[in-house]
């Protein structure tokens, strides 16, 4: 094995075209995960396809909220609120600005 760095676009030329240098890898076959910025909405409903990201296999999977507008209000996704198209987040107002960080199993991704 190497020390040497590398950037996974000299070996794949489709990250090279779309400019994509580098890879993350996940530790298991079948976790993906997916980023989208929001502003909240007023019911707190985030509708995977209405953002461009894809549906969940199942309701098995991971969902990271981070609040930029107000720190001291970040959002929360219970277990229940986790569909396979869509999410529920409470904490944040109408309007603030959040990151949301997704991991698990893609719908049709082989596991």
Wanted: charged content about 15%.
């Amino acid at each position: 094995m190497s020390n040497l760095p590398k950037n996974a676009q000299d070996y794949i030329p489709y990250l090279k075209d779309q400019g994509i240098p580098n890879l993350a890898g996940a530790h298991k076959v079948g976790v993906s995960f997916q980023v989208h910025q929001v502003e909240m909405p007023a019911d707190g409903i985030v509708v995977f396809a209405t953002h461009g990201m894809s549906d969940m296999a199942d309701t098995s999977y991971a969902v990271f909220v981070h609040n930029h507008t107000t720190e001291s209000k970040q959002g929360k996704v219970a277990l229940a609120d986790r569909k396979t198209t869509q999410i529920t987040i409470v904490g944040p107002a109408t309007s603030e600005v959040l990151d949301i960080l997704i991991v698990g199993q893609l719908k049709g991704q082989t596991a």
